[in-house]
């Protein structure tokens, strides 16, 4: 392809794009969220070896619709309720045009710094717009950092190793810690093994290698962290693959939002048992906007306990982060101040689309020392002063995340994405209206940021799983299930930016006409 014909068919593309979102916007399309597929279906239409000769565009072309887009799950149709969203917009598709342009992979700020510093800046801009702590700033004096990572994911794995090492680091340093290493069977056998670690950095050092300690499974062997029943499954994932003991926190009903959230004295009673056991509590992952049912872990209750009890405060706001820009949803931000880490997914609420996932350190240069090793290639002769943002992050190459942020927030800007995030917490309220109008429904918990927790009254899990099942099933609209303490509900979480009241009003009658269906079979 030239650049002619890059010009002729990147245009085309971006016409197949603008179609493509004004078909989910017509109801009369028939377009449904849920594609009509069984698995397999379109592996069937892509050849089973890969062409011998190129193939024309116009070949390739002709193939969007019967192999990507009948194959797809229309995560922003209006009547797309699962999971959480996922937001876009055609400035944030723009950046990433341009970001596969620039083809950049800006791992360190000499091989990128546009790259480095338009994600420094943008990142500041959310520390305003979301209310943060000035300290997160990366133009603050002081250590404060924010960087883009792909996913909440990979940020709540990054907040566990740092916190892991700045553990280790602790640990070898308190005084306390050295006196109970003198007197215990098993200090004894920990201050043993820290002793020939100790030795080990020292040699390690002196022959110009990182120090690999902070990272060594036998000094974190007894560390534990927690996190609530309720966190997200990535959360346990990521203690998983990091090797460290995890405790989930049973959460119970808060007085404030009535969901499901970890209280102040179940954290105390674990640490206290904890440290009973001989294990080294180090790390609280909290999260504001659980997955189930957008339950908030209360900072403010929380945060002086990890602060007392020397334990690093990381905060997993993923779905809920957004919220902070609407000053009515402030209440989740009290406590923000013991945060030594937080992470939200730009990309499920500010019109930004996957992948966008900030996170910012109290202490960012504390952190980045726990992943820096360096390699005469990578290393330039601006390291001293400039962001080298690969120290943050398990890749080496990143993309050019900041140019969504920095297109969505000047083109858009902030006002737009207020009314778009009240605009779903409304509709939301308004479907937790409409379902119970009949009496045949009850909620699980009261609707929160755009999720409503729901079910049949006086029914088991059994009949409420077969609602959900056969609703997915018609595909008129998608929901998905959840469980929280063995109680099984439907959620319905407001996702696309064209849901409107009548898409709200179609899914309590699809929801309706189909209970009643069940219910007059049974
Ligand atoms: N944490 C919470 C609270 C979530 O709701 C989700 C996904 O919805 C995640 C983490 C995982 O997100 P990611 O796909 O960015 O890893």
């Not at 594609?35 to 193939?63: A, H, M, Q, Y």
């Not at 480095?116 to 209310?131: K, N, P, R, Y």
């Not at 109970?180 to 040699?203: F, H, P, S, Y």
């Amino acid at each position: 392809m030239d650049p002619e014909q890059f010009r002729k068919h990147g245009k085309e593309m971006v016409d197949f794009v603008a179609n493509y979102w004004a078909s989910l916007k017509d109801r009369n399309s028939g377009m449904t969220p849920l594609p009509d597929i069984r698995p397999g279906d379109v592996s069937k239409l892509v050849p089973s070896s890969p062409p011998k000769n190129p193939e024309d565009w116009k070949t390739i072309f002709e193939d969007l619709d019967k192999v990507v887009v009948n194959g797809a799950t229309h995560w922003h149709h209006p009547r797309f309720f699962a999971y959480f969203p996922t937001a876009c917009s055609y400035q944030a598709i723009m950046a990433d045009i341009l970001s596969g342009g620039i083809a950049g992979i800006g791992f360190t700020w000499k091989s990128c710094p546009s790259m480095t510093e338009l994600e420094m800046s943008t990142l500041d801009w959310l520390v305003d717009l979301l209310g943060l702590p000035e300290h997160f700033k990366n133009a603050a004096e002081g250590p404060g950092c924010g960087i883009i990572q792909s996913t909440a994911s990979d940020s709540t794995m990054i907040a566990i190793m740092a916190a892991r090492a700045a553990a280790v680091e602790k640990v070898k340093q308190e005084p306390t810690f050295l006196n109970w290493m003198a007197a215990t069977d098993l200090g004894k056998t920990i201050k043993g093994i820290l002793g020939k670690v100790r030795q080990n950095t020292t040699e390690d050092e002196a022959s110009g290698l990182p120090p690999p300690y902070y990272h060594d499974p036998t000094v974190f062997e007894k560390f534990v962290m927690y996190c609530s029943d309720q966190a997200h499954s990535s959360v346990e994932k990521d203690a998983m693959l990091c090797g460290v003991r995890m405790r989930k926190l049973k959460s119970s009903r808060d007085a404030e939002l009535g969901n499901f959230s970890v209280s102040k004295e179940t954290l105390e009673a674990a640490i206290k048992e904890d440290r009973a056991r001989g294990y080294v509590p180090f790390l609280l992952v909290a999260t504001v906007g659980t997955t189930c049912s957008c339950a908030v872990d209360h900072l403010d209750e929380l945060g002086p306990i990890c602060q007392q009890e020397g334990l690093w405060l990381h905060v997993d706001a993923a779905y809920a982060g957004s919220f902070f820009v609407c000053p009515e949803f402030g209440y989740m931000k009290r406590g923000m101040e013991y945060v030594d880490s937080f992470n939200y997914n730009a990309h499920k609420g500010m019109f930004i689309n996957f992948d966008c996932s900030p996170l910012w350190f109290r202490d960012g240069a504390h952190a980045s020392k726990f992943f820096n090793v360096d390699a005469v290639y990578l290393s330039h002769e601006h390291q001293a002063t400039a962001y080298d943002y690969r120290h943050l992050q398990v890749a080496l190459g990143r993309r050019f995340r900041s140019l969504k942020i920095w297109f969505v927030l000047r083109n858009m800007g902030i006002e737009k994405i207020r009314e778009a995030l009240r605009k779903q917490n409304e509709l939301a309220r308004l479907f937790s209206r409409l379902i119970v109008e009949n009496g045949q429904f009850e909620l699980f918990v009261p609707p929160h940021l755009g999720l409503v927790c729901f079910k049949i009254k006086n029914a088991n899990n059994a009949q409420n799983e077969v609602l959900c099942n056969t609703l997915n099933e018609d595909r008129r609209i998608h929901l998905v299930p959840s469980n929280v303490h063995g109680t099984y509900f439907l959620r319905l979480a407001v996702c696309s930016q064209f849901t409107k009241e009548e898409d709200i009003i179609f899914a309590r009658d699809v929801i309706y006409e189909i209970n009643s269906k069940i219910r007059s079979q049974v």
